[in-house]
């Protein structure tokens, strides 16, 4: 006894072909051409057909060729060599898929067939026959031989005259395949007809109806049944298997057809799908690369008018052009995890996008994209700031260069002066003291040139536009003062050397010069500082402002008691003079300070004094507003920011925890979803008054650590969160339905899962996935684990969620198997000849849907294979692209 699968009893062989034992040549002649025709009915479904059965298959090619039509799969692949060693080869490949299909063979080996022994080569193909056409028949529990002579005697029973007891004598009158062909095809032989006594007619007109209607090949000779007193069982029973495959599927047409209408109308919509992901996806990605050069464009501006225009330019992107595409990337997310689990609910291969479109490259630009909106943002604010720095520094520099200038005027002049050669003896000490007053006065405008010169270097380092203007304006001031410096040291050597000659010096015009000098120099500081300009960003900081000038204003009356004293000295100097008739022409001989320019300098700086004021008052009210733009911000912030943080952690709690129906979980979160964006307002709100705070180039906020960009990229992750969420639900709802998966099992599945998330993240990494199958059972080596990680992370993100976790428990519990279903319909619809044709399509399904198949058929269709046919490799690929079918 041999066995089939370990389980199935084989039937058994009581002539089996002995090495030693000779065919009879009756027999041998009738297998030869039985077998042959059987061979070649299959073979040409390939294009091709054998002539000599011992000749043709020496080579193993045309042997593995039939194997594999017969079979469906594909055989290893055969060598194309002339010698014997590869011709052994084919034969060995072709012998072990058989072996590997349970049939054992014996006295068989492949040096025979190359050796084109007629005996071994016949028992091989009856024994690929047994296998593939015989050993299958089932009729009331009974299989292969006895079940296919079961199935005549069944179908011949009500022909009084067929008597079906074997596979020889029973059949030599032909009555019994004509009663066959009657009983399912009673239009193509009348068999009241026929006579007992007539086996030639009944012999042929039943092989010919068979050949001609049936697509049965003439696998018989009348003449050699008739003639032979015992016909060869193995040739009757081949060519009666084909009567068998030839009607025994024709009530199972419609289920098939039925089946297949099924699998096209999920195809059509999942290919729709498909088409909709790789159209958002490439409409996304073109967005974000048209958006990502213009958020990277740092070229500066000139100007503080154009930089805010950029700022503005900017606010309106993030208010109109990104939240429509932060909706869309959401969708497409959604989209995407819909198709994988209908997909998977189909047991199609998960979908793989186009290169460049997965959803892990989208994410990735979409970084890039934030990466660069976030740098630019930056940019635009320091750039402001530069520029607002600029402009004070360049006022600042043009009110210094301005006095300085002032000051210089006429100082070349009076230093080239050589008056001295003519004065009188008290002239020339007068020029001298005057000269020693100028050193000084020339000294104390030491630190103001240093500091325009300071102002002109930061202006470079900044790089302000009209850096070359300043440049050469500061380089005008230094040349003229290294050219005072020059003079002064040439006119002080000259006063120098006439000094001698020189004895009556006024102490007192001396006195009001040494005075009158730094008080000018106060005077002027005084009216520079109350003329500077100032920024300031903070209350603390005008505040301080403010304290200085109160200290400044309480050392007028000391000031002005010094100006008294001066004037005092300038009163008693005129009273000398005119008591002593001193000819000084009116004029000062150590200075050219003036009472006159002193009070016109006092008065200008009691004026000042109130503007300061008025400029103070106005500056602390602005940051007064500031202040309350700053507290009205975080007061808001302080409260959205922790509220989304709460409805996050709350979402995260329903998806995880085990509360009620999948239907109940997902109201609570389109209750959730709905309260969130009844929200939005707030949101609204936020960014109204973080727009004033903009506009008033407020950049810090010490009463709260929220920034808008914190808030929309929370805001931003709450409503993504809150969607896939509802999604993940629903496509539990769609597993569960499908699977027919009950509360309770999801229950257990959630329990385990949540078991095994060590991390409270609503995911489990590999490692907790692989201790959870090893804590139910599965025996896990590294291959059968990848396997299954390919399965539930077809991204290959090293993440299990818990949607695919129960489509992968679902799918392990799973009953039946769409793509066996598909198989076994395709084999029903397409009966012995293994194929399909168009026209058959057309007759058992719709219209649009037999059309729709057709074309999905046509690129598998070879020039070579019989017209508008489709074998089930073929077929599967048409239907499922690249699957496992």
């Known amino acids: ?50 002539e000599n059965i011992e000749e043709d298959f020496r080579d193993g090619l045309k042997l593995m060729l039939l194997l594999e039509v017969i079979s469906g799969e594909r055989l290893a692949k055969p060598e194309r060599g002339k010698m014997r060693v590869h011709k052994i080869s084919n034969v060995n490949k072709a012998l072990d898929f058989i072996a590997s299909k349970g049939v054992k063979l014996v006295s068989i080996g492949a040096e025979e067939i190359v050796d084109g022994n007629a005996k071994m080569t016949l028992g091989m193909i009856w024994t690929i026959i047994l296998r593939f056409a015989i050993q299958d028949i089932s009729v009331e529990e009974t299989s292969a031989k006895e079940g296919l002579l079961l199935w005549c005697q069944r179908k011949t029973a009500p022909y009084k005259n067929v008597n079906i007891q074997n596979f020889h004598i029973s059949w030599k009158d032909g009555l019994g395949f004509c009663a066959l062909i009657h009983r399912h095809r009673p239009e193509l032989i009348d068999y009241g007809k026929l006579r007992k006594d007539d086996p030639m007619t009944n012999l042929n007109t039943a092989f010919d109806v068979a050949e001609k209607y049936l697509d049965i090949p003439k696998m018989l000779d009348a003449e050699d049944i008739i003639s032979t007193l015992r016909p060869d069982e193995k040739a009757v029973m081949t060519y009666v298997s084909c009567y068998y495959h030839a009607f025994s599927g ?32 490439s409409n996304l990605l073109e967005w974000i690369r048209r958006t990502i050069p213009w958020l990277e464009n740092r070229m500066p501006e000139n100007t503080m008018q154009a930089m805010q225009q950029k700022l503005e330019d900017f606010r309106g992107y993030r208010r109109l052009h990104k939240p429509p595409k932060v909706q869309e990337k959401c969708q497409l997310e959604i989209n995407f995890n819909t198709l994988q689990t209908k997909l998977r609910l189909s047991n199609r291969p998960a979908f793989m996008p186009s290169e460049g479109k997965m959803v892990s490259d989208i994410n990735n630009a979409w970084g890039n994209l934030e990466g660069a909106e976030k740098g630019y943002e930056e940019w635009l604010l320091n750039e402001i700031r530069r520029l607002e720095r600029l402009d004070h520094l360049a006022e600042k520099f043009r009110q210094k260069a301005a006095i300085h200038e002032a000051w210089t005027e006429g100082k070349e002049d009076m230093l080239q002066k050589r008056d001295y050669e003519t004065a009188s003896l008290s002239e020339i000490k007068a020029l001298l003291k005057k000269h020693e007053a100028f050193e000084s006065d020339l000294a104390a405008h030491q630190d103001r040139v240093e500091q325009i010169a300071a102002i002109a270097q930061e202006l470079n380092e900044l790089d302000y536009y009209d850096s070359p203007s300043v440049n050469a304006r500061c380089q005008q001031i230094c040349d003229q003062w290294d050219m005072l410096g020059g003079l002064t040291q040439q006119r002080s050597e000259a006063l120098q050397r006439t000094e001698k000659l020189l004895e009556t010096i006024d102490q007192l015009y001396l006195e009001f010069a040494k005075r009158a000098a730094p008080f000018n120099n106060w005077m002027e500081g005084a009216m520079e500082d109350l003329q500077d300009t100032f920024i300031v960003h903070t209350i603390e900081e005008i505040q301080g402002l403010s304290t200085a000038h109160e200290q400044f204003k309480a050392t007028l009356p000391e000031a002005d008691k010094e100006r008294l004293a001066i004037l005092g000295i300038h009163n008693e100097i005129a009273k000398i003079v005119q008591t002593y008739h001193v000819n000084m022409a009116g004029t000062n001989p150590y200075t050219t300070i003036n009472p006159q320019e002193i009070n016109a300098k006092w008065d200008k700086v009691r004026q000042l004094v109130p503007q300061r004021d008025q400029a103070l008052i106005e500056e602390h009210a602005r940051q007064q507003n500031n202040e309350r733009l700053r507290r009205q911000f975080a007061n808001q912030a302080n409260v959205i920011g922790p509220w989304i943080q709460n409805k996050m952690e709350e979402i995260g709690r329903i998806s995880i925890e085990m509360h009620g129906t999948l ?223």
């Open 1 to 50: 006894m041999d066995h089939y699968d370990g389980d199935h009893v084989y039937m058994q062989q009581e002539d089996d072909w002995d090495r030693d034992l000779l065919l009879d040549p009756a027999w041998e002649k009738q297998q030869r051409k039985t077998f042959t025709a059987w061979c070649n009915s299959h073979l040409r479904k390939a294009g091709t057909q054998i």
């Open 250 to 281: 024709k009530q199972k047409a419609e289920t098939a057809a039925n089946r297949i209408c099924k699998v096209l109308a999920v195809n059509q919509e999942n290919e729709q799908l498909m088409e909709d992901y790789e159209k958002l996806a």
């Open 663 to 885: 239907e109940d979980q997902l109201t609570h979160l389109r209750q959730y979803e709905k309260s969130i964006v009844n929200y939005k307002p707030k949101i609204d709100q936020l960014e109204g008054d973080h727009q004033l705070i903009q506009e008033a180039l407020i950049f810090d906020n010490k009463h709260t650590n929220y920034t808008m960009e914190h808030i929309r990229v929370g805001w931003e992750q709450l409503l993504t969160t809150i969607a896939r969420t509802i999604n993940e639900i629903e496509n539990q709802i769609l597993t569960r339905d499908a699977k027919g998966i009950s509360q309770e099992q999801l229950n257990e599945f959630r329990a385990s899962f949540n078991h095994f998330d060590r991390k409270r993240t609503g995911i489990m990494d590999a490692e907790d996935f692989k201790t959870c199958l090893i804590s139910m059972g599965y025996n896990l080596g590294e291959n059968e684990f990848s396997r299954i990680m390919s399965i539930v992370d077809p991204n290959r993100m090293g993440i299990v969620t818990f949607q695919a976790f129960i489509d992968f428990m679902s799918r392990e519990t799973a009953d039946t198997d769409t793509a066996d279903q598909v198989m076994a319909s395709f084999k029903v619809l397409a009966g012995e000849k293994n194929y399909i044709l168009a026209d058959e399509l057309r007759r058992e399904l719709p219209p649009d849907q037999a059309e729709y198949c057709i074309a999905r058929m046509a690129p598998y269709t070879g020039p070579d294979a019989v017209h508008g046919a489709l074998d089930y490799m073929s077929f599967s690929t048409a239907l499922y692209g690249e699957s496992d079918l």
